[in-house]
């Protein structure tokens, strides 16, 4: 087994990931779901900050203080409950590359996909650009 082919597994997942999320997006955008990020900020948890945004655009929906102000604000701007969170997507891949093991191949995918790793390393790793791989990770 080389570097070659667990760059290409990597390269396959995140391609395979990308398509996956996309079509899982516009199906729930077909049916009318706004995708949208955020909740409570991890910078700001001691003061109960929080933020949604629109996934695609980015725009800033709502953002404030308070766990009671936040459920009442979704509540407000989403009273037919069509936000759907990013981070419900799964963009799940059974990608598995020839010569390389299954588990081994699940161990890639998983290190690949894990929000908890650095997109620079999954760029170094796999060759492609760190713009690319963001895009990857984003769905786009």
């Given at each position: 087994m080389t570097d070659?082919?667990?760059r290409a597994h990597v390269r396959a997942v995140l391609e395979d990931w990308s398509?996956?999320?996309e079509r899982q997006l516009a199906a729930l955008e077909a049916?009318?779901?706004?995708?949208?990020?955020?909740?409570?900020?991890?910078d700001e948890w001691e003061n109960n900050g929080w933020r949604y945004t629109d996934w695609r655009t980015g725009a800033v929906l709502a953002e404030g203080c308070g766990v009671e102000a936040m459920e009442d604000e979704v509540r407000r701007l989403d009273p037919h409950r069509h936000w759907f969170p990013v981070d419900r997507i799964d963009g799940e891949t059974g990608v598995v590359t020839p010569g390389v093991p299954q588990t081994l191949c699940q161990a890639l995918t998983d290190w690949a996909e894990s929000p908890l790793t650095p997109v620079e390393d999954v760029a170094a790793w796999s060759g492609?650009?760190?713009e690319r791989v963001t895009r990857f990770r984003n769905g786009e």
């Open positions: 070659d082919l667990i398509a996956a999320m049916q009318g779901y706004r995708i949208v990020d955020g909740g409570p900020l991890a492609l650009t760190l």
